[in-house]
């Protein structure tokens, strides 16, 4: 009788854990580089690279990026994934203004990050961007949805990791 309580408490122990494996929460820490071939509706040109430092709920997103048509740039963001508006200084136009909200998706299994951008007190954009990594850990996709006044539209990165 006490052989097959330890066993039974056994696979309930077993069972635990990996159910608690299972809801941890994604981490995309790592240095990455744009997959040209997979990725699409990008500028034309686009070579991208990021070096990603991600503890707890914060994201620090360290990317290069170059295009025929912009030339080089180095941009630096970092968001915390507490899903509370916090105010930006957006790239474009000079005199704008952005609020930003970052928060985990369901099960914590990738992250969603929304630009509101303003001028004058007016909408003039806004841009959600959808984080999920590959269950490998290998590559990881931004799904990003633009509104502006050119219209709506989708473009979606895939990075590979770079060992």
Do not use: C
């Not at 914060?58 to 990317?63: S, Y």
Request: no cysteine; charged share 25%.
């Amino acid at each position: 009788m006490n052989n097959k309580k330890l066993f039974f408490g056994f696979v309930l122990l077993l069972g635990l854990l990996s159910f608690a494996s299972a809801f941890q929460k994604t981490n995309f820490s790592g240095n990455w580089t744009l997959d040209k071939l997979k990725s699409f509706s990008n500028p034309a040109g686009l070579e991208q690279s990021a070096t990603i430092t991600h503890t707890g709920d914060q994201i620090k997103f360290d990317t290069k990026l170059k295009t025929t048509r912009g030339g080089e740039q180095a941009v630096v963001e970092t968001y915390t994934l507490d899903g509370k508006e916090t105010e930006f200084k957006p790239a474009a136009p000079p005199n704008a203004t952005g609020k930003r909200t970052a928060s985990w998706l369901p099960n914590g299994r990738g992250v969603l990050i929304r630009d509101e951008i303003s001028v004058d007190g007016k909408v003039v954009a806004t841009t959600t961007r959808k984080w999920t990594l590959a269950t490998d850990g290998k590559s990881f996709t931004v799904d990003y949805f633009t509104d502006n006044a050119n219209g709506s539209f989708e473009s979606k990165r895939i990075f590979n990791k770079v060992e």
